[in-house]
Nanobody
């Protein structure tokens, strides 16, 4: 599986962005999909994840109520709608795919290349 993330950019605090992650291959629907983010010098942190059929989602406390993860299995794409953005959301965002709903960073099967989100104050 190859993952291609896009949609990052520069936005003012309070604004919105939608990230997309397109996957290659025909097995997209068999993977749990997620988003992580990383600031240089810090560990990569979990942001959100979504189950194989989209029926179950989970979010980091820091983004709950502001971010929404969704997926379109017909398009092999996962999305992250980010609203009410804050300067502390500034990071490189990575999409991830794994067979396990645990989606534990050290054990993830596939990573996308990352897309930079910058939120100005």
């Amino acid at each position: 599986v190859q993952l291609q993330a896009s949609g990052g950019g520069l936005v003012q605090a309070g604004g919105s962005l939608r990230l997309s992650c397109a996957a290659s291959g025909r097995t997209f629907s068999t993977y749990v999909m997620g988003w992580f983010r990383q600031v240089p010098g810090k560990e990569r942190e979990f942001v959100a994840k979504i189950s194989w059929n989209g029926g179950t989602t989970s979010y980091a406390d820091s983004v709950k109520g502001r971010f929404t993860i969704s997926r379109d299995n017909a398009k092999s794409t996962v999305y992250l709608q980010m609203n009410s953005l804050k300067p502390e959301d500034t990071a490189i965002y990575y999409c991830a795919a794994d067979k396990s709903y645990q989606l534990s960073a050290p054990n993830i099967d596939y990573w996308g290349q990352g897309t930079l989100v910058t939120v100005s104050s």
